[in-house]
């Protein structure tokens, strides 16, 4: 079975400092990992993928994520955090060999609020 | 959210009524999927398509039907069998037929309150 986990339910920043959103995965296979963002009574939007290939990936709006294999990981980063960057945070993750209908599992979110 | 469109934004539902939210996209995607999030939760895939005419359920499909007669249009009925329907609802879709690297690509929801 595939799984994630998103340790934090928030995480509080101040507008300017590194902002770093944690996701662990859990696969039998190879993962495919996504990260999405959300704002207030919208839909998901599309950040970032890792699919193979370099570990550091390069997203939307200044988002980057590292996937470390060992460490079973995938966390989000953005380099100096913005006030409109306070949104609800997703990672999602599917395996490669297994996923039945191309199923995205999510972890239960982590909402970023970073303050002027 | 360009590209899938999802109405009403919000609907109300009285106990033993079915009701039935609609997911329309122009993106010419294969696989159109229903999530449904709970406060506090993450999404929990409801049914998903991945090609016209055929469609499987997914995890939380009890009280919850679909029909897939067109492309870009995946309706997703609320019955009276489901017991807390009161949730946040979201379509996605994604090309290919689904394919395990396919990016899910998502609407603005359909909030839904059973009165």
């Known amino acids: 079975a595939q799984s994630v986990a998103q340790p934090e339910d928030q995480v509080n920043v101040a507008e300017g400092n590194p902002l770093t959103v944690k996701c662990t995965y859990s696969?039998?296979?190879?993962?495919?990992l996504f990260w999405y963002v959300q704002y207030p009574n919208r839909g998901l939007q599309f950040l970032l993928k890792?699919?193979?290939?370099?570990?550091l990936v390069k997203g939307s709006y200044g988002f980057e994520a590292e996937f470390n294999k060992s460490q079973t990981s995938f966390h989000l980063k953005k380099p100096s955090a913005l006030v409109s960057d306070s949104a609800l945070y997703f990672c999602?993750?599917?395996?490669?060999?297994?996923?039945?209908?191309?199923?995205?599992?999510f972890g239960g979110g982590t909402r970023v609020l970073v303050k002027p | 959210d360009g590209g899938i469109t999802q109405s009403p934004k919000y609907l109300f539902r009285k106990e033993g009524q079915n009701v039935t939210l609609s997911c329309e996209q122009n993106?010419?995607?294969?696989?159109m999927y229903w999530y449904r999030q709970d406060p506090g939760q993450g999404l929990r895939l409801i049914y998903y398509?991945?090609?016209?005419?055929?469609?499987q359920k997914g995890d939380i499909a009890e009280g919850y039907s679909v029909s897939r007669e067109k492309k870009e249009s995946f309706p997703l009925t609320v019955t009276s069998a489901q017991k807390n329907p009161t949730a946040f609802y979201l379509c996605?879709?994604?090309?290919?037929?689904?394919?395990?690297?396919?990016?899910?690509?998502f609407g603005p929801g359909t909030r839904l309150t059973v009165l």
């Open positions: 996605a879709s994604s090309g290919n037929r689904g394919g395990a690297t396919d990016t899910q690509y």
């Open positions: 999602a993750v599917r395996d490669a060999f297994k996923a039945a209908g191309n199923k995205l599992t």
């Open positions: 890792y699919i193979t290939g370099d570990n």
């Open positions: 696969v039998s296979g190879n993962p495919y």
């Open positions: 993106l010419n995607h294969d696989a």
């Open positions: 398509s991945q090609i016209v005419n055929d469609f």
